[in-house]
């Protein structure tokens, strides 16, 4: 029985693929190695440390207090009435997320080369298990900021959590595709332009400083608005905080921005991704 | 009978070189030119040179035309370079070719090397389900073939205990049996069972031909041995320099390969070749058969002693590693395992390392030979193994006048792995 007709053939591996053939049901097949990977990532991340997922806490707090006392008392910028070491935390530990999603995802090609050059699965199951990794992080940083929270609101602070925590799944939502987005085009261009690699840290760290982590939105002068709010996290972090402390800017038009952008990236990300996947191999 | 796997003048190019702003270049070239729907100025320049002269690309599969049929065990072999693993890597999606395409009916697992994404830190049943996983077995299918994969692998007692503190023989068989578990349409296996243990070997052999004898599965299989070609395959395809040389029965595969045909099988330089043959401690650079003036060679009168070479670079080995040659029977025996270099501390630097093989020693065969490099001293390791990387055809020349041959006179072949010159004493006792 023979025939030319593609529909008797299982696969068919042609140089190119076109570019909306995504392959996402196979990707839903292997749903279960996702699970595997953030299991594994989890299990094994802090195994030769000594203080281990003590760690998740530590980066945090100390970075708070870093900022308290830089920003805080030093340069004394206004956290929105908002009890100083309460503003940072919440701001770092939104951060936080997104800017481990976006690193960690910007090298998924060259860090797993070993494996991708020796069996085929879904190469998008590893980006995303680094978002459900990291979001394993994020659920106890968060935790930890409801302590202080709730430390800071009984001993009299003035912190109103209000109904806008509602919105908390299409924040992280938001990082997430974000982090994913951004990280898997860096990803895809640094196996043939490796300099982007140095940037990817250095780029993410320039970057918290135009998002209001160690500012409010609301201290920003008009003329330099427009930049800050052209970043796609602004109006996450603004928004993360007056859900829980009741104080920054939220607007429906900024979130909706975020939307959009996190879409457009996502999209180019993926499009970009699974292109590069199939030749990635001989260029790392 | 029914194909499984079609190869349609599939075709696949390297690209050469470091990647710097040249890269950049080229590739804004080629996304203009393909804007204009003009052809690719690249793919233009590769046609137009002879790509293994030309040091910037290489054709690494020419325009290959393959049918596979259901249930076929089917040997492919070759030199180093040419072309097997590159079509093994494109069958499993590894890479993609570079023109031309593969229609496949069935579902494909490929064994390129045991044991990948397991990790130290977890333990062996944790590890079963990653690389099971990996390797495209669902949940259910994993649970349901856990105790028989614990079982193929004899590693029941060790199973929760990380598998950085496994044997490195423990670590291949468990390795080996996930995957030998798998359960594919197509299977695809690239000469990871040239380690273990000679029994584990022995079985891992058995599992491959019972997948495809009983189960029906089709497997593709890469090896330098062509000892375990013969025994596994009836079917075989030989490459050079990324097109199909030879295809077909398998006896006659392999005597091809064995015979002329094949370019330079008696000199390797590894300067010149895409692929850096090596580790952190030390590079293969060449290695070649000279006669005993100093002139390559790939045949030797049968009289006459031969020297194998290979030169390496050392750069920070931790002690000093020993040159290897392995001497292979066209059977795929060993016939013989040589080792030199000395105990002691390692200094960088390039050696040339010489092994003289006697005259008289080896019979008229075509023997083929690894050069290896491996570090016996404190630590077992090997820095480099290539396997059938030169081959020497032993010339009998058969010419009864001649006195010094260990023919005595007899004709046609004889038989025997070796055939030396040994003394003899012979006496009228009555």
Redesign the interface.
């Given at each position: 029985m023979k025939s030319n007709t593609d529909s008797n053939w299982d696969y068919i591996i042609r140089p190119q693929r076109q570019w909306f053939d995504l392959r996402l049901g196979e990707l839903w097949r292997a749903r279960n190695l996702i699970m595997l990977f953030v299991w594994r990532d989890f299990v094994t991340y802090y195994k030769q440390t000594i203080l281990g997922p003590l760690w998740y806490l530590i980066q945090p707090l100390l970075t708070s207090l870093t900022f308290t006392v830089v920003f805080g008392n030093f340069a004394k910028l206004s956290t929105d009435g908002l009890p100083q070491f309460l503003f940072y935390l919440a701001g770092t530990v939104v951060w936080g997320y997104f800017s481990a999603c976006l690193t960690k995802t910007s090298n998924v090609f060259t860090a797993h080369a070993n494996i991708f050059g020796k069996v085929y699965f879904p190469r998008l199951t590893v980006p995303i298990s680094i978002l459900f990794s990291n979001l394993i992080t994020l659920l106890i940083q968060f935790l930890l900021f409801l302590t202080f929270m709730i430390y800071f609101s009984s001993s009299g602070a003035d912190v109103n959590p209000n109904a806008t925590i509602l919105l908390l799944p299409i924040l992280l939502i938001l990082m997430a595709g974000l982090g994913l987005g951004f990280g898997i085009i860096i990803s895809a261009l640094t196996t043939r332009y490796r300099d982007l690699q140095f940037l990817v840290t250095f780029g993410a760290q320039l970057w918290m400083y135009i998002t209001p982590v160690v500012y409010p939105l609301s201290s920003v002068p008009e003329t330099y608005r427009w930049l800050v709010l052209a970043n796609p996290m602004t109006s996450i972090v603004e928004t993360f905080r007056f859900a829980f402390l009741g104080a920054g800017i939220v607007e429906t038009t900024h979130l909706l921005y975020s939307l959009v952008c996190m879409i457009v990236v996502m999209l180019i990300g993926v499009l970009i991704f699974n292109r590069v996947e199939r030749t990635f191999m001989d260029t790392v | 009978m029914?194909?499984v796997i079609v190869f349609d003048r599939v075709s696949k190019c390297?690209?050469l070189g470091s990647?710097g702003n040249q890269?950049?270049y080229q590739?804004l070239n080629r996304w203009w030119a393909k804007f204009r729907h003009k052809p690719d100025p690249l793919l233009k320049i590769m046609d137009a040179r002879d790509s293994r002269d030309g040091d910037q690309f290489i054709w690494a599969l020419r325009n290959i035309n393959l049918e596979i049929q259901h249930g076929e065990v089917v040997g492919i072999i070759g030199r180093n370079g040419a072309g097997k693993s590159t079509l093994l890597?494109?069958?499993?999606?590894?890479?993609?070719?570079?023109?031309?395409?593969?229609?496949?009916?069935?579902?494909?697992a490929?064994l390129?090397?045991v044991g990948?994404?397991f990790?130290p830190?977890?333990t062996g049943r944790?590890n079963i389900?990653?690389n099971g996983?990996?390797?495209?077995m669902?949940?259910e299918e994993i649970q349901s073939k856990f105790d028989e994969i614990v079982d193929f692998s004899d590693v029941e007692q060790f199973i929760d205990t990380p598998v950085k503190r496994y044997s490195s023989g423990m670590y291949v068989r468990l390795a080996f049996a996930v995957a030998a578990h798998i359960e594919p349409d197509i299977l695809l296996v690239d000469e990871v069972l040239a380690v273990g243990d000679a029994q584990f070997q022995k079985k891992c052999l058995g599992k491959i031909s019972d997948v495809s004898q009983k189960e029906g599965r089709t497997v593709l299989f890469v090896s330098h041995n062509m000892g375990m070609i013969t025994s596994l395959c009836k079917k075989a395809v030989l490459l050079d320099n990324g097109r199909i040389l030879s295809e077909g029965n398998v006896t006659d595969v392999v005597a091809r390969y064995y015979n002329a045909g094949i370019s330079s099988p008696y000199a390797v330089d590894f300067r010149r070749q895409r692929k850096k043959v090596g580790d952190q401690y030390a590079t293969l650079l060449e290695v070649h058969i000279e006669d005993m003036a100093g002139n390559h060679i790939g045949e030797v009168d049968i009289r006459d002693p031969f020297k194998l070479k290979m030169t390496y670079e050392l750069h920070g080995a931790p002690v000093a590693p020993r040159p290897n040659f392995y001497v292979i029977s066209p059977q795929g025996q060993y016939v013989f395992v040589t080792g030199g270099g000395e105990k002691g501390k390692a200094i960088n630097g390039t050696y040339e390392a010489t092994c003289i093989v006697p005259g008289n020693l080896l019979n008229n065969e075509t023997y083929s030979i690894d050069a290896a490099l491996l570090y016996t001293d404190g630590i077992f390791h090997y820095s480099f193994h290539e396997r059938g990387v030169v081959m020497i055809t032993v010339i009998d020349p058969i010419d009864e006048t001649i006195e010094d041959t260990t023919r005595y006179g007899m004709s046609g072949p004889l038989p025997g792995v070796i055939r030396p010159k040994l003394s003899w004493e012979l006496r009228k006792i009555a």
């Open positions: - | 029914s194909s390297y690209r990647i890269t950049l590739d890597k494109i069958l499993s999606q590894i890479t993609a070719p570079t023109t031309g395409e593969i229609k496949i009916k069935g579902r494909i490929s390129l090397e990948t994404g990790h830190e977890l944790e389900y990653l996983a990996l390797l495209g669902s949940k």
